[in-house]
């Protein structure tokens, strides 16, 4: 290309770009080689990482390689991005089973014909102590304990181990052995693809450009999509599953979902409505068109059942907002403010369509007249104004 146009798509949606000029030049100029790596310390991708597999997939029909890193050493170790506490080892068998899981499930994104697999052991487990040493000699301490992550526990007295502290370098050593021209991850990857810069430098290589791309909130609506968190959306669930959890994410986070997963704007369309797009869209991506008419059905059909036809009214004054834990309190299903938080908090409270996970929320009456409150499995109310 001779032309800025395949920089352009490869900004869209990107956060951190080292630099956008030496990127630009070597996307009209080279082949390149783009590293991504994995660190199978689960056997299922999610939505969030589906994120940054997409960016590496645009690389590809540009032409590049893709270059999936499978950490299989690193894994040992444990990533340390975003802990308060060191990660638990992995069995060399737990290590081999997520990875064949990981490869099936990136090949629903990727093209697995431009796309070479490395093992980080193949060049990690070799080295000698005078090879790690001379690793080391790539940076400082002070430059580790820079490393957010690292600095929190430092001064807390949180253990650190040093492990832990290897592992910036081993990651950044993957980018020497494959030579990477360019390194993706997420936007809490930062310093461990800086790092990669720099150990290449060290090591005489031309030093690879970075590329961060955005961290998709979870199901909560609170923190970045994580299996231990719990607040995930797999892109290899059933698409029943897939389908409701979608329609349970909170209304503000559904841009950032049609942006980094679809790529396009949400459209104007009523929250539910504008929800049961994303949710079509996504299970027909991962599961095919024909999955998504019986995901809906089932869906629908779930909480039409759950609804009693004798739903008992809670009625609300029309003129002031109700906290969401005083209505529950209001309808019965809980004794005590301490009681209803803890439901929010299990994803046990249901308003209309929506999971309720925000504790803190107002519900203006007039918006959610109709709809039914539900606590538990079998606790309905449905809300009203009152004359």
């Known amino acids: 290309m001779t032309d800025h146009s395949a920089l352009e798509k490869i900004r869209k ?35 969030g990482f589906a994120v940054v597999l997409k960016k590496l997939r645009e690389f590809q029909d540009l032409g590049h390689t893709a270059v999936l890193v499978i950490g299989d050493y690193t894994a040992r170790v444990g990533d340390p991005s975003g802990r308060s506490k060191t990660r638990p080892i992995l069995s060399p068998e737990q290590i081999g089973e997520n990875t064949r899981t990981y490869l099936d499930q990136a090949y629903l994104i990727l093209d697995k014909e431009r796309t070479e697999i490395r093992y980080n052991s193949e060049w990690l487990a070799p080295l000698s102590m005078a090879d790690i040493i001379n690793l080391t000699r790539a940076t400082t301490v002070a430059r580790i304990l820079e490393r957010d992550d690292f600095a929190k526990r430092y001064a807390s007295g949180s253990p650190i181990s040093l492990t832990e502290l290897l592992y910036p370098l081993m990651q950044a050593y993957d980018s020497v052995a494959i030579d990477a021209g360019v390194e993706l991850g997420g936007t809490d990857q930062l310093y461990n693809l800086l790092m990669g810069r720099h150990v290449m430098e060290y090591f005489g290589k031309r030093p690879q450009c970075v590329l961060t791309t955005p961290l998709l909130v979870g199901t909560d609506g609170k923190i970045k999509m994580s299996k231990s968190v719990g607040n995930y959306i797999g892109i290899t669930e059933p698409p029943e599953d897939m389908f409701g959890k979608v329609m349970s994410i909170p209304d503000e986070i559904m841009p950032d979902y049609y942006s980094l997963l679809l790529e396009r704007p949400m459209p104007e369309a009523e929250p539910v409505e504008q929800k049961r797009t994303l949710a079509r869209s996504l299970v027909k991506e991962f599961h095919g068109a024909r999955a998504v008419a019986e995901a809906e059905k089932h869906f629908d059909t779930v909480v039409r059942r759950e609804v009693p036809d004798d739903v008992p009214e809670v009625a609300l004054p029309p003129e002031k907002e109700i906290w969401i834990v005083d209505l529950i309190t209001r309808a019965g299903f809980a004794k005590t403010n301490g009681e209803a938080r803890r439901f929010i908090r299990g994803g046990a409270v249901r308003l209309g369509e929506k999971v309720i996970q925000d504790e803190k929320i107002n519900l203006d009456p007039e918006s959610i007249k109709g709809d039914v409150l539900q606590v538990g499995k079998r606790r309905y109310a449905r809300i009203t104004i009152e004359d």
């Open 13 to 47: 949606n990107a956060v951190d770009v080292v630099t956008e000029e030496e990127l630009d030049r070597r996307l009209r100029n080279e082949k390149l080689r783009v590293k991504l790596g994995i660190d199978p310390t689960a056997p299922d991708i999610h939505l």
